[in-house]
């Protein structure tokens, strides 16, 4: 039987570790000669198919940038920064399938994936356990495994994911290095006009950190004052409360509030708290489906408005952390939903605030994989669906 050990900044596949980046060579040099096919408009995406295995490699030039970036660059041969494990077979692309299906274990830092501790990523649920956990510095595993499954509205995975030492599912797998902190130099002795010119500095900084807050909370009082809706007020109230840009919550409230003011047709609102969080950096999916959100209402709205290029502009920013080949295994999720949805109005009619909610969830599907394209549904499809939420929330909500 199989095995692979996800570990920090690695993977290890029967016994062969290979540390992130990772080049063809490497592979090569382990587990012998792949099979080889090229996506992209200009072929510009490789994918390393081991049939036997049934295990996918991913590669590309576009991945050296972000390496750079994050200061995990090795040299142009090391693209390879994922993987995927083809368990099920179950609606995954042909073209890119592996001829037999992976047999045998997935573990993290030597231990099964817990279900439990799971959180909705982009094509299922993700996992990346703490590594370290002092105080206020929290440090959690740079390689990211998602179970790659329709999550509906479950927060986490509740499947059942192994029998035994099999794990059940199709697992991607992939190296999300962080940029390392600079280290301090040390301290010097100085002057008293050099301590004086420090401190002016460090209140100048201060004062920075602090009129960004006031400038977001007068931008929400005035939002606040404009739009006189029960979820646009709610939602103001709790970003001017707490707004930290290393919260998922506080992201995901950024992202909801920027929705429903697209819902209520104040683009211009709209604009300004996407603009909240165009500069975030990205650190791991859990912290950037708020971000992503922000970027894809733009991206619509300049569509909208005949405004192409700078739709296009960040239509390329969000596939930059995009698995375009992995969206048929969450495609089906745009009828389950509307199914589930149906279900629960029928069994709990009165349950207004829930109802709404999950019309305003799937609405957020429909912009979130419409936008940046390659998604399998029609975009007429979305563009109707699109519609006929907007019309329901703006009615009820």
């Known amino acids: 039987m199989n095995t692979i050990d996800i570990i920090n900044g690695a993977v290890i596949i029967n016994g062969h570790t290979f540390e992130f980046p990772i080049s063809y060579d490497e592979l090569k040099g382990a587990l012998g000669e792949a099979r080889i096919e090229y ?9 390393y198919i081991y049939d036997d295995l049934g ?23 090391h693209d390879i920064v994922g993987m995927v ?3 099920t077979g179950n609606r995954i692309y042909e073209g890119s399938k592996p001829e037999k299906t992976y047999v045998g274990n997935v573990t993290v830092l030597g231990e099964q994936i817990v279900g439990e501790n799971t959180w909705r990523a982009g094509t299922g649920f993700g996992y990346a356990p703490l590594i370290k956990d002092e105080g206020k510095e929290k440090v959690w595993i740079n390689v990211q495994a998602t179970i790659i499954k329709d999550y509906g509205n479950a927060q986490h995975y509740e499947g ?25 130099a040390p301290a010097k002795k100085t002057s008293k006009t050099t301590e004086a010119s420090n401190a002016s500095k460090a209140k100048t900084a201060g004062k920075t950190v602090q009129g960004a807050d006031k400038e977001r909370e007068e931008l929400l009082e005035s ?14 109230n709790k970003i001017i409360k707490h707004c930290s840009f290393k919260s998922e919550t506080d992201l995901g409230n950024i992202a909801d509030l920027a929705l429903w003011l697209y819902i209520y047709e104040s683009y211009d609102e709209m604009f300004a708290v996407c603009d909240l969080v165009k500069n975030l950096e990205f650190v791991n999916y859990a912290l950037w489906n708020g971000p992503d959100t922000c970027m894809c209402l733009k ?20 596939n930059e952390h995009r698995a375009p080949e ?8 745009f009828d389950r939903m509307d199914e589930d949805r149906e279900a629960f109005i029928e069994e709990f009619p009165k349950k207004k605030s829930v109802i709404a909610w999950k019309y305003f969830y799937k609405l957020s599907f429909d912009i979130v994989y419409r936008e940046p394209g390659k998604f399998p549904i ?3 499809k979305f563009e109707e669906d699109i519609k006929r939420l907007l019309e329901i929330l703006r009615e009820t909500a």
């Open 299 to 318: 991206a619509r709205v300049y569509r909208e408005r005949g405004e192409l290029e700078k739709a296009q502009e960040l239509v390329e920013k969000i």
């Open 223 to 236: 939002i606040k004052a404009k739009v006189d809706r029960k979820n646009v007020q709610s939602l103001c």
């Open 55 to 77: 295990l996918r490699f991913d590669g590309s030039l576009f991945y050296l940038k972000d390496l750079i970036n994050k200061m995990a660059y090795k040299d142009d041969d």
């Open 85 to 87: 494990v083809y368990v």
């Open 39 to 47: 996506s992209g408009k200009k072929n510009d995406y490789v994918s």
């Open 326 to 333: 992995l969206y048929c295994n969450i495609a089906d999720s």
């Open 378 to 380: 029609p975009n007429e």
């Open 160 to 184: 059942k994911l192994y029998e035994g030492d099999r794990i059940l599912e199709d697992i991607s797998i992939y190296f999300h290095p962080v940029k390392p902190k600079t280290k301090k």
